[in-house]
């Protein structure tokens, strides 16, 4: 648009972290729908999915939801996907926020294996994609959200769930 004069800050995630796969599109489907599988999983793309399934992992965990003050970043560079997440106080006065890494790049192995069509990844199917990096990343998401629960996480997520929950009571119908 020619406005590259206009910005005189760029946001990264250290200032400013997104919501729970934030701008990634998804298709509901029936379960048992193998056409429909099989013709949505050719628009699948390999990074936005393996970021997806990290990130849902984590939030599940943390058993959050859309309303969660939780953020996450997520970057895959060199065989490597990169999660980071906060869990925050409703006022933004409290934050644990940690990263962790794992290799998502198993092309040169010889261990790969299609994923089935009926296999979940963090309520994703993705027939014909790398399982060892599915798998890889899905429990990166977990462990990412237990190492928070345990560093003062749960406390700061219960809080502002009791503070959510006082508010939606409070307001009139």
Avoid at 75 to 82: C, F, R
Wanted: negative net charge; hydrophobic residues 35%; contains cysteine.
């Amino acid at each position: 648009m020619g406005w590259n004069s206009r910005i005189n800050q760029v946001l990264g995630p250290n200032e400013c972290m997104y919501s729970v796969s934030q701008g990634a599109m998804a298709v509901e489907i029936r379960a048992d729908d193998d056409k429909m599988i099989e013709c949505l999983s050719k628009l699948q793309h390999m990074d936005t999915l393996l970021e997806c399934v990290a990130e849902r992992a984590l939030l599940r965990k943390l058993e959050g939801g859309c309303s969660a003050p939780v953020g996450v970043y997520t970057d895959i560079k060199e065989g490597e996907l990169h999660l980071t997440a906060a869990a925050l106080s409703l006022d933004g006065s409290e934050c644990v926020k940690m990263s962790m890494s794992t290799r998502v790049d198993f092309s040169s192995s010889s261990e790969i294996r299609e994923s089935d069509n009926r296999q979940a990844y963090s309520s994703i199917v993705a027939p014909g994609k790398c399982s060892e990096a599915l798998k890889a990343v899905e429990d990166l998401g977990t462990d990412l959200a237990i190492k928070i629960l345990e560093n003062g996480g749960r406390e700061i997520l219960e809080a502002a769930h009791e503070e959510n929950k006082q508010n939606v009571q409070q307001k009139p119908l």
